[in-house]
């Protein structure tokens, strides 16, 4: 009895040595699995002895159970500890199988876009609204009276020249401007007002690369008790500057506009000259004056800039005090109210901007057109 | 208006150069666009007196002349054969440039010595066909005008800059030399000066020779006319017709030119008869009778009708009163006798015959824009000047016809105004200065409360006090006026409530994909017809909208629908191998509305080519989008089967929200994309944005997350072919009603299981109570009353 309690510790021991030596020269999860079935199967030897152990005297049982536990669950944790660290190592190898080409092109995942335009008008009512300005919307089919007579354009006005129009009878037009809008505006509301409005206006005009059918204007006016010329100077300087960058200088030119008066253009030096004086910059790659990648010598002029064309001022909107015919229409008393008026192309503003040089690509949406612009 | 410097010289002294000039010009508001300097490179050509002519002793086909320029007598050898004794001619003694930059040297031709050249005007630079035949070849003759040792580079304008100006339609009276040099002689502090001087005039009164009747002088307030007899008619004289070549008007003959060359120097249009060829030597000044018609001197026959002005002779019309004149009475080779007119006519009458018959002139250009009454007795006077020193012979008088002359407009202007709406505090001196320059009249008294001033006639365009207050402005200069940011009452900027939702959608529609686009808004009304609707009820109307005067075909409606441009805009793209294409515009589209226009804000979608994930774009995609916007804005969408046409008839839906017909989604008809050459499907939805906007949420409130676990089933039903898996849904829902939390229908299967003529829909149920934890027993109990409900409805049996 006390032989085969002997022998059976003895089992355990070398049970316990021989499958820790097993399992610490186990190199895969095979290997393992197997010496767990060898040891902790069903039919393993430790659940053989622990079988055993239940034949044995009760006396001795708990001894030996507690043992053979002991044993089983060293077996265990090594097993369970190895596996793991097996697993690791068999893992880094199938993970080495899975590289990829990591210059391979990634998926294409959707992710839309708004169009320029679209951008633009964002950013200009971004700057009016800062100022105070408040967004209005208009009909795109309009009225004579709201197009063109409200706004001090009789007909046989010879100024109508300047907005040929496609009617669709009844006396309705679609809007040759957006300036409709502050008839509207003005017809609902009393001052102090600041207003922008922008949207699609049309004119009855060849399409070419710098006109369209279709265009977008941003207009925008101010009237309140003693507002001045110079209210406008300063409103629409801040606005060129927040547009084009600070360091622009901005003129003012005498114009014509029936709804407005004193009216002007506004202009700003160009941008994208060199020298401010209408030429390209000097190409740098050319001062060995080799030739170079245009094949023009150092001692020739450059050509002409490509955005201002050698004009240097770049006109990129009309404005004007509000004309007193204009505020009498909506019954504001001109000695009393005086306000301003601003008009500008949306998309001659993106042009100049970009540099793009036909209006056309904006409405064809080419997708590579498109992509450029976030 | 082109503007010769050298004839603006004429009338005001200007030491600036012309550039300088122009940026001046611009700053006072007449926009100059730009100057063109004529200079072709000639210097040192002067008149020379041809006094003896020899033949060459050495060479058969030269010629040995003696020309005297000035205090130099040449001895110059040609080979033109055109010159004799006595002529005048341009010649380039050594030292002079000719045009293309070669430089005269003295040179030995034959063995004798030529110091110069004779000029043919091609040396000179003349565009040659600008020019009269017999002048274009051999040596140029020059008119007896000239005297010897002249510069001509000079006389001819060969040295000449011209302002290009743009003038606004407020100015007439910059459509003339003279304008210009008024403007001018303001800005540079110059003297104007206008003197005409006195002409012979023959024994014979005119009204020997014409009678001439006004029968409306509201529509012709005044008519001048004066005869010439013994008229030669012949090319103009070589600086006359240089002038108007610089102006940009074709020389034509001494007459014509004589009339287009006072138009252009004063502004009013002035026109030329035959005398001879007058019926009845008699001027009516009357409408026109329908029925009646002309032919004008560019060879068209024009109708004539009551709205047109006419002059007429005793029988027919021989002119469009301002517009152009008639064939039959033009001046010709044979012309003896001439009738100037000089008149005013009506604006708007003169415009719309101009409109109305396509007839553009210098002249209707001028007449249009109201001309000046008092113009068109200076105007005659200058032009007989001119034919009478050609030549002609003046009869004695004028006649003079109108009912009264408009006097000079006095407006009030208060100086305290103008510095209020300037923002500026410009001196009362100043203002008065700037104004007197101008030809304003003050009336002496400065006082602050308010000034007189006269108005010129020339300046119709000054009506009220703002008129003269932008006088001050751009002629103080607004370069000179302080900006500032405005005072006052604060006003708070902020989006328009419509366009924050609009962006709103914008950015739903690019986080699921979508490209925006623009499009415009008028296209071809046979394209557009394919997308009207027949049925009462679609989002499309029955009709678009046309436009009455279109430019061309594929501009002459109005959209009524957003889709044609986009399916447009992907036909673009593929023809330019962009394949792969989810794009959408928000826009206006347009319907007749009871003689009225109604437009309506939409939201159209496309989709083409091979989506993310593998595989072609299918009607669930669009219907994905569809979900996923309305979902974002907490709107039902409910789809119904359609009718529509131009979508494949298998797969297109009618969109609904809250019981009415708001949109419609599809896979377009191939038929349809065979036409437009796209040959991959194109699924596209369009939808009204109004009853999104109204009835959208874009504000959204917290809703509490549920604290209570939810119990999920799925249940799959075989159902006939017909029955919809929105059918189901809705019966599914009401049965489930309180604890059915949220029913999604996850697969739709036809195959060999399923009988012919039925599918099997599976449904993903979520069961919750709000207060409490779901028993499993009150879960089967919903679970079963819904399978019940559904079998019995819809014939279903139950799929496990």
Known sequence: ?374 | MRVPFSWLKEFVKVSIPPDELAEKLSLAGIAVERVEHLSKGVSGVVAGKIQKIERHPNADRLLLTRVACGDELLQVITGAQNVHEGDLVPVAPPGATLAGGKVIAAVELRGLPSHGMLCSAKELGFELDLLPQEQRDGVLVLSPEFSPGMDLSVILGLSDSVFVLEVFANRPDLLSIIGVAREVAGILGERFSLTVPEFPEGDERIEEAVSVEVKDFSLCPRYTARAFESVRVRPSPLPMALRLQAAGIRPVNNVVDTTNYVMLEYGQPLHAFDLDRMKGKKVVVRRGIEGEEIVAIDGATYPIDDRTLVIADAEVPIAIAGVMGGKETEISQETKAVLLESATFDASTVRRASLRLGLRSESSRRFEKSLDPHLASLASHRAATLLVSGGAMARKGIIDLYERLPGQRKIQLRPRRINFLLGTSIPHEKIKGVLELLHFETDGKLEDLGWEITVPTSRRDVTEEIDLIEEVARHYGYGQIQPKLPSGTGTSGKLHPEEEKLRKINEIMERLGGWQVVSCSLGDPSFYHRFLSSSEGEIFPKEVVPVSNPLREDQAALRPSLLPELLDCVRRNLNMKNLNLSIYEIGKVFSPNDGNVRESLHLAFALTGSVPGGGNVHYFHGKGILEALFREISLDLTLLPSTLPFFHPGRRATVLAGGSRIGLLGEIHPDLLDDLDISQAVVAGEILLEPLLTSGKFLKSYLALPRYPAVTRDLAFTVDEQVTAQELREAITQAGKPLLEEVICFDCYKGPQIPEGKKSLAFSLTYRAVDRTLTEEEANRSHQEIMTAVQEKFQASLRT
């Open chain 1, 1 to 374: 009895m006390e032989q085969q309690l002997q022998e059976l510790e003895q089992q355990l021991q070398e049970i316990e040595q021989q499958s820790l030596r097993g399992i610490s020269q186990a190199e895969s999860s095979g290997d393992l699995e197997q010496i767990r079935i060898k040891y902790l199967g069903k039919k393993g030897e430790v659940t053989l002895l622990l079988k055993e152990v239940g034949k044995t005297a009760p006396s001795e049982r708990p001894r030996l159970g507690k043992l053979a536990n002991e044993v089983k669950e060293k077996i265990s944790a090594s097993l369970e500890e190895k596996t793991k660290e097996v697993r690791r190592k068999e893992r880094s190898r199938e993970l080495l199988q899975e590289a990829v080409d990591i210059t391979l092109p990634g998926l294409s995942l959707p992710m839309g876009r708004t169009h320029p335009l679209a951008l633009l008008d964002r950013e200009i009512k971004q700057i009016f609204v800062g100022l105070g300005f408040e967004v209005a919307v208009g009909p795109e089919v309009e009225s004579d009276y709201y197009n063109f007579e409200a706004l001090n354009i009789p007909s046989d006005h010879p100024a109508r020249e300047m907005w040929d129009s496609f009617y669709l009878g009844n006396h309705l037009l679609l809007r040759t401007h957006t300036s409709p809008v502050q008839i509207r505006v003005m017809e609902k509301r009393t001052p102090p007002l600041r207003v922008i409005s922008s949207g699609k206006c049309y004119r009855r005009d060849a399409v070419d690369a710098t006109h369209h059918i279709q265009f977008h204007q941003v207009e925008g006016f101010m009237v309140d008790q003693g507002v001045s010329f110079s209210d406008l100077k300063g409103v629409l300087s801040a606005f060129a500057r927040e547009m084009f960058g600070e360091e622009r200088k901005v003129k003012f030119v005498p114009s014509y506009f029936p709804f407005t008066e004193p009216s002007a253009e506004v202009s700003i030096d160009c941008f994208a000259c060199a020298d401010g004086k209408g030429r390209e910059a000097p190409d740098k790659d050319n001062r060995s004056g080799a030739g170079g990648a245009t094949g023009r010598h150092a001692w020739e002029q450059p050509p002409p800039c490509r955005v201002c064309g050698g004009g240097k001022w770049l006109e990129i909107l009309g404005c004007g005090m509000i004309h007193p015919f204009v505020l009498r229409v909506v019954n504001y008393d001109p000695e009393k109210w005086s306000g301003f008026a601003f008009g500008m192309g949306l998309e001659r503003i993106a042009m100049l901007k970009h540099g793009i040089d036909d209006i056309r690509l904006f409405l064809e949406n080419d997708i590579r057109f498109l992509r450029q612009f976030s």
